[in-house]
């Protein structure tokens, strides 16, 4: 049985780390490499790097810090933000990421994911999905770091996304970011029942019950969290641990 994998997520601005709510009040949460370090002496699975701003400052991710962290760290390294080609992500790759998550510039250019996998391989290729549940009950695709609503369901995407190449998905719930009051499980088990590839659950981690509850319930392959462990709020070894006694399979 493939073991579940814990992820923190360095979401950055200006260089930092910062987190919010909902995608809204950024606050401070640290240095990024020593983020970084921390996590991977922690135990952490893999490391995701998400230049927030990137697309909407209409720059490229950060690939000097990229490779400062990589040089402190591990494990698998994710990088995103700002990725609208394949050069953009060989930069990445060669400045120290594993692999390369892309989001609005695949939805605004799909063919964009096959010629990453063509040139990195599908393994290399993270799309990134920011939805939202609206008043209909559906789940809405955002872009421009949440702040664009397109017509398009999450599940749409995401299965033409696959097809095109996509070798894993990072599914963000903008209702469940920064609340800590759990992972949207419906959109995740929706995801994960349907898809060939693993699903990355985000938005909402806040208790060891939640976590449980996005592996066991919604069938999550891994599960990605920020504040939490930023504010060492639980620690990912303990995490873990109490993982692996409710009976989740974990690498410890």
Known sequence: MLTKRIIPCLDIK???TVKGVNFESLR???DPVELGRFYADQGADELVFLDITATVEKRKTLSELVSKIARHINIPFTV???????????VLLNNGADKTSINSAAFKRPELITEMADAFGSQCVVLAIDTKKEADGKWYVYLNGGRLKTEVLCEDWAQKAV??????????????????????????AQLARTLPVPVIASGGGG?????????????????LAASIFHFKEIEIGYLKEQLAAAGVPVRR
């Open 207 to 223: 208790t060891i019950e939640h976590f449980i509850d996005v592996f066991k319930t919604a069938h999550a392959d891994a599960a």
């Open 80 to 90: 995103g933000g700002g990725i609208s080609s394949v050069a953009d992500g060989r």
């Open 163 to 188: 097809a095109l190449g996509a070798g894993e998905i990072l599914l963000t719930s903008m209702n469940n970011d920064g609340t800590k009051q759990g992972f949207a499980l419906d959109i995740t």
């Open 28 to 30: 401070d949460a640290g």
């Open 14 to 16: 200006n260089g930092r």
